[in-house]
């Protein structure tokens, strides 16, 4: 039996789990067992942008109502039609929430695949791509769980420092960023945060909830740590970036209000805040351009060329690493769960935002 977890496009709130017999495999499909995956505000944010990104694109329901949450991590190859791909392979990359998953792998080669099932040719094939875990040079079996709760995340936070430095900050040495607890944020402050002492170097500051405040300053990667209700008191004097993980309409507006046309770019990035999300039109200062990490990653590809874009990124995740796994004081404490139950709760609490910033949920149907 097929077990997914779906939710209704229109209230995240609501969910229920939809039980199906397996799809049986035409020549070259594989099905994979989903071992693991992560559960975060990021997948928050995936909901939230469903239909404005085609979230709900990759692994649709049949129901135009409910959507299935797409999640990052690991699987098993229990079956396989597929030239290249052996009963018993372990890939990494994006899953339904669910037990299993049928995939139609196309241009198979030494490091994995891309999904070429029809529904998913026109999405960003960043996402379509499943990388076999014995040929990753990335891959560390006792780092699964960080693996899955991090790398995609880190992956976005190592774009957006880019993509900022490469456009000198439009002229700010102020980043302000908001969220700042959630890890998508922490990891663009930790790549920001390498400057320090350089020529190109950035304040940093983070704004947050009041209960996160301690967490986040913990870190070491902020200059200056917020919560929302301080954004009057940030000091406006100077152009800075705003960069925003949260979504949140009302906090964005504070943002724009309290610097005007000082706001030399204002940079919307995810929806934590996702029952709180809206336009950015009618804003004092710069209208809010959403960060759309291919693209970046594109222009990287043809500047560095893609072994050069992943030499960059990987030396970034080893120093990411370090504090992350830091066994005196880590940044991540890893929470595994199984069942419906787990899943449940964990997303109830993420839609909630009463997850601790310190723990990070790896699961299993």
Known sequence: MTTTFVVERQNLNQTRWVHSEPAALAQGDVRLAIASFALTSNNVTYAAFG???????FFPTGDAATGC????????????????????????????????????PTRVNAAGFSDGVAHRR?????????????????????REAEQALLRPLFFTSFLIDDFLADNDFFGARTVILSSASSKTAYGTAF????????????????????????????????????????????????????????????????VHARFGDRLAYSCSVGGTHWDDLGSGKGLPGPRPTLFFAPAQIKKRNADWGPAGLQQRL???????????????????????GHGAAAIEATYAALLGGSVNPAEGHVLSV
Do not use: K
């Not at 239909?51 to 694109?57: C, L, T, V």
């Open 69 to 104: 949450i797409p999640v990052w991590g690991f699987a098993d190859v229990t079956e396989s039609l597929c030239d290249g791909v052996a009963i018993g392979e372990r890939f990494y990359g994006y899953w339904p929430i669910a037990n299993e998953v049928v995939l139609q």
């Open 191 to 254: 790549c920001l945060a390498q400057r320090r002492g350089a020529a190109d170097a950035v304040r940093i500051v983070g704004l947050t909830s009041r209960g996160n405040l301690a967490f986040t300053r913990g870190l070491g990667c902020y200059d200056d740590v917020l919560d929302y209700d301080a954004v009057a008191t940030l000091p406006a004097d100077a152009l800075a970036v705003y960069v925003d993980f949260s979504g949140s309409v009302a906090l964005r507006a504070a």
């Open 51 to 57: 239909d404005a990104m085609n979230y709900w694109g």
């Open 122 to 142: 026109e999405l960003h094939a960043v996402y379509n791509q499943y990388l076999r875990c014995s040929a990753d040079p990335g891959y560390d079996a006792a």
């Open 314 to 336: 990987a030396d970034a995740w080893r120093a990411f690493m370090r504090p992350v796994t830091d066994p005196a004081q880590p940044w991540l404490r890893v929470v595994r």
